[in-house]
Nanobody, 126 residues
Framework: QVQLVESGGGSVQTGGSLRLSCAAS????????MGWFRQAPGKEREPVAA????????YYADSVKGRFTISRDNAVDTVYLQMNSLRPEDTAVYYC???????????????????WGQGTQVTVSS
């Protein structure tokens, strides 16, 4: 089993920044994808950013390109989502997830991810 614990959510004003963290523990895999997804009230869960580990492949939703950055600190088994220039439309619950069967065709597909964190709320006010 894998446990994923998100932290770092909160409330900011438009243009502000937040850094989300996702600490992973439990079973390890040699190759996998880590992704960040978000879900706003009344909307479907959507991909935000993802990366293969070991590195080399990343994905960003068009709506966050140039503003969000996904990264990983292998020493502490933590994946980060640095979010800059936040907008009200970024308001959502953000989830991190792990796909142990990683594939480039499913890196942005929520259904491909087996393990999920509990989510952290991000609220951006105008």
């Amino acid at each position: 089993q894998v446990q994923l614990v998100e932290s770092g959510g909160g409330s900011v004003q438009t243009g502000g920044s937040l850094r989300l963290s996702c600490a992973a523990s439990g079973r390890t895999f040699s190759t996998y994808a880590m992704g960040w997804f978000r879900q706003a009230p009344g909307k479907e869960r959507e991909p935000v950013a993802a990366m293969r580990w070991p590195g080399g492949i990343t994905y960003y939703a068009d709506s966050v390109k140039g503003r969000f950055t996904i990264s990983r600190d292998n020493a502490v088994d933590t994946v980060y989502l640095q979010m800059n220039s936040l907008r009200p439309e970024d308001t959502a619950v953000y989830y991190c997830a792990l796909d142990p069967r990683w594939s480039p065709s499913t890196i942005a597909t929520a259904g491909a991810y087996r393990y999920w964190g509990q989510g952290t709320q991000v609220t951006v006010s105008s």
